[in-house]
């Protein structure tokens, strides 16, 4: 079997509400915040740092959180923010902020000083997610025009992997930004830029950026068939691009639940699984997909049928159709390694990213991950075990004598003019013996 990376979401979900089924449009645009309680949005939240801790301890190779508006799926707004705060809680395992929304910013320049400092503050564990957003998260903010969201996306995305690997300043002329002094600072650590995801509900349009800037194709909430179509029609457009893509550029997403049997897996998954379709994922299409948000061509897709497709309803689905759309695995450890290799074979996928039931109690959440670690993850590693950020340690976690050790000679030379003209070196002035320069005149 192929290696596998593998890493959960670990974002959980406020479930302190209402039932999906009263009378309603959406649980992301109009849920009142009358539901929310301060005493158990704080224990939500401080879940998702326990989490984190858990998947380090467990051999995971990743920890992810995506970044909500206006919804009480995710009580992250600010996924940079977000990261900052777990890579200071953890010591090794790769944070994954998946958000922020580009289109949120007024430029993509302030989010690349987000990115850097975060990727610097992690020692460099940072994985950057990009994605378009869907309708509700323009509903809920209320600063972007879904109907040059791609556009401006495509052109914000362009610029800050520029500003992020070019040397600055330089300047920035295009459609939406106009930056006459791009020069950013701090620098990412990582080399050229910390890894990109893409998420994507599969349209050729996301389907062409990947390929272009060679990110890794994250599809999301797509039925088998077409997730599948999907996964060749990247290759193939990487090929266009000069380049055969790697096996980590396609994430195969999907929930994983292992229990000690098939029918122990069903019996602890089915209301959570339920309630999650339920609830998370019953969007009225409008709201999703406002008028402009994709094109006419992805549009017409939508509309022949599939998972997102008008009139389809997720919170109607069961158990079985889920199982049966692929949407799902869960099992015993033997039948959830056969079918993520059976899965992961198909797609070509290097990564799987999976998620934490976050309406489980507590210590059946810590069951089903370490059963996943223990009895799951070793079928698709070497035989060291090791997750990837043990065998390649990050260049931030290098010590202090290694970083002196490989230091260059600065370009430059911290001085200071002094009041009869000499110039001193600021590093030795308190040392009277050392000379100090001539006047430069």
């Not at 620098?187 to 509900?201: D, K, N, S, V």
């Not at 994709?294 to 897709?301: F, G, H, I, Q, T």
Request: proline share 9%.
């Amino acid at each position: 079997m192929a290696e596998l990376e593998f890493i959960c979401t670990i974002d959980n979900p406020y479930v302190y509400l209402p039932p999906q089924l009263e009378e309603r449009e959406s649980l992301g645009v109009d849920l009142p915040t009358t539901h929310y309680d301060r005493d158990l949005g704080q224990l939500t939240i401080d879940e998702v740092g326990e989490n984190a801790r858990w998947l380090e301890q467990l051999g995971f190779d990743g920890a992810l959180i995506f970044e909500q508006h206006g919804h009480p799926v995710g009580l992250i707004g600010n996924s940079m923010l977000g990261a900052g705060w777990l890579a200071s809680i953890t010591d090794g395992i790769r944070i994954c902020a998946i958000g922020p929304l580009i289109n949120a910013y007024a430029t993509p320049i302030r989010l690349a000083e987000e990115v850097a400092l975060v990727d610097n503050i992690s020692g460099g564990r940072l994985t950057l997610g990009l994605p378009l957003g869907i309708g509700t998260q323009y509903h809920a903010l209320g600063v972007m025009n879904p109907a040059t969201a791609r556009a401006r996306h495509y052109e914000a995305t362009e610029l800050l992997i520029k500003a992020m690997t070019e040397p600055g300043p330089f300047a920035w002329e295009g459609d939406f930004f106009d930056i006459p002094h791009v020069n950013l600072w701090p620098r990412p650590l990582q080399q050229p830029h910390p890894p990109i995801f893409l998420p994507a509900a599969g349209s050729r349009e996301t389907l062409e950026m990947a390929a272009r800037f060679r990110f890794t194709y994250q599809a999301t909430l797509t039925p088998r068939p077409v997730l599948l179509k999907n996964c060749e029609t990247f290759r193939q457009l990487c090929a266009e691009q000069g380049y055969e893509a790697d096996r980590k550029q396609i994430a195969c997403v999907v929930p994983v639940h292992v229990a000690e049997t098939d029918e122990q897996a069903r019996r602890e998954l089915e209301p959570h699984l339920t309630w999650r379709f339920q609830n998370v994922f019953r969007f009225p299409f409008h709201l999703s997909f406002p008028p402009g948000h994709v094109s006419d061509r992805s549009l017409r897709a939508m509309m022949a049928g599939g998972y997102r497709s008008p009139g389809n309803d997720p919170g109607g689905m069961s158990y079985d159709e889920i199982r049966q759309r692929g949407l799902l695995i869960a099992g015993s450890p033997q039948t959830v390694i056969e079918e993520l290799a059976e899965l992961t074979e198909a797609m070509g996928a290097g990564r799987v990213i999976t998620s934490i039931q976050g309406s489980m109690p507590r210590w059946m959440q810590l069951k089903a991950l370490t059963l996943f670690a223990q009895e799951v993850i070793p079928a698709f590693r070497a035989p060291d075990g090791l997750a990837v950020w043990q065998r390649q340690r990050p260049p931030g976690h290098s010590t202090k004598a290694e970083l002196a050790a490989r230091r260059p000679q600065p370009s430059g030379r911290p001085t200071a003019v002094m009041a009869d003209g000499s110039e001193v070196d600021v590093r030795t002035a308190h040392l009277p013996e050392q000379p100090t320069r001539p006047p430069l005149l």
